[in-house]
């Protein structure tokens, strides 16, 4: 079973939404490359929202949230891969003076893995009791 395949399956609304900004190639190796690439994003985005809420399965409403976290997971990875190969994100850079400003924009996690505006937009975990 192909990555496409697995998150067709799973994760239809989520892939939908995020294949739409993430890329668009007519090379299927770079879309299956993209394909595992959205698959572990959405999987560690629910994975972490399930862990936070104490749910078992995203529940239904919340899977614009679940692509909303996978989508930040996407943006620091590439940003921290960038800053880890010497590339980082120039955000200002001024010829005269040879000085250059450097774009850390990356989006803040707590400790359990949530930014603060998905866990606004999730409700309050559940108390799981054994």
Known sequence: MTYAEKLAAEYPIEYDSLKAIA????????NGAMD???YLAIQRA?????NYT??????TGYEGTTATLALQYLQA?????RLFMGNPIVASQTQGG????YKTDTPAF????????????LPLPL????
Request: proline letters at 2%; one cysteine or more.
């Open 77 to 81: 990875d590439t940003s921290t891969a």
């Open 127 to 130: 108390l799981k009791v054994y």
């Open 36 to 38: 595992a690439i959205l």
């Open 54 to 59: 104490g749910w078992d399965l995203i529940s």
């Open 23 to 30: 890329y668009h190639s007519p090379d299927d190796a770079i």
């Open 110 to 121: 707590d400790a359990d893995g949530l930014t603060a505006s998905v866990k606004a937009a």
């Open 98 to 101: 040879r000085s250059a400003t």
């Open 46 to 50: 629910a994975k972490a929202i399930c």
